[in-house]
């Protein structure tokens, strides 16, 4: 009898405005079998954002009661707000064979991948810094100081593994679904589970 496959797990990380949202979003379209992971904040929902969908919006309380009950993978505080990871869910579907994506910061991604060494980790690159900027200002969330934090924080984090560039939206899709084929594919563990 063979041993049930275990669900892996694909943290997909990026300086904020990369595109890894909307990566995420086109990969899940192609990709059946794949998860995606809803974290909660305790940031206001921007434009377009819908509760369970985008994030799990909650207070601060809220937040805060999840980090002593320990219900959180991981957890930051980024720009003011709260930001983290349900555990309980993920450890579940991962039990039941599912493949799970977290769209997480860099901070949070650390965390998880120091947790689980042996999951994928994917960072997302701008084509370029100035690239990043423009992005950043399109969106409109920020502030010219709050833009200029995150280009700070951006050229720290430039230096993972499985990194790919996001100059074009379908390549970018596309090497992704690689990378989690790929994946998919490599025998884990010492019994040869994957």
């Known amino acids: 009898m063979t041993k049930k496959r275990k669900g892996r797990l694909f943290i997909i990380s990026a300086p904020s405005g990369c ?3 909307t990566l995420c979003e086109k990969l899940l ?4 079998g794949v998860i995606r992971s809803v974290s909660f904040t305790t940031r206001l929902p921007r434009k377009g954002e819908k509760n369970g969908r985008d994030y799990f919006f909650v207070t601060k309380k809220e937040f805060e009661k999840k980090i002593k009950r320990n219900n959180l993978l991981e957890w930051a505080r980024n720009f003011g707000y709260y930001y983290g990871t349900p555990k309980d869910k993920i450890l579940r579907l991962l039990d039941r064979g599912v493949d799970v994506i977290l769209a997480i910061d860099v901070k949070g991604a650390m965390k998880v991948k120091k947790l689980y060494p042996d999951e994928v ?3 997302i ?3 370029s810094i100035s690239g990043l900027r423009s992005r950043l200002k399109r969106r409109r969330t920020d502030n010219s100081l709050g833009i200029s934090m995150r280009i700070k924080i951006a050229r720290k984090e430039i230096s993972y593994a499985h990194t790919l560039v996001n100059d074009d939206l379908k390549t970018a899709v596309n090497t992704l679904e690689a990378i989690i084929i790929a994946e ?4 884990r563990g010492k019994n040869g589970q994957r």
Do not use: A, N, S, V
Request: aromatic share 12%.
């Open 184 to 187: 998919r594919c490599k025998i």
């Open 121 to 123: 980790f994917i960072f």
């Open 29 to 32: 379209k192609k990709m059946p």
């Open 19 to 21: 595109g890894k949202t």
């Open 125 to 127: 690159l701008p084509p």
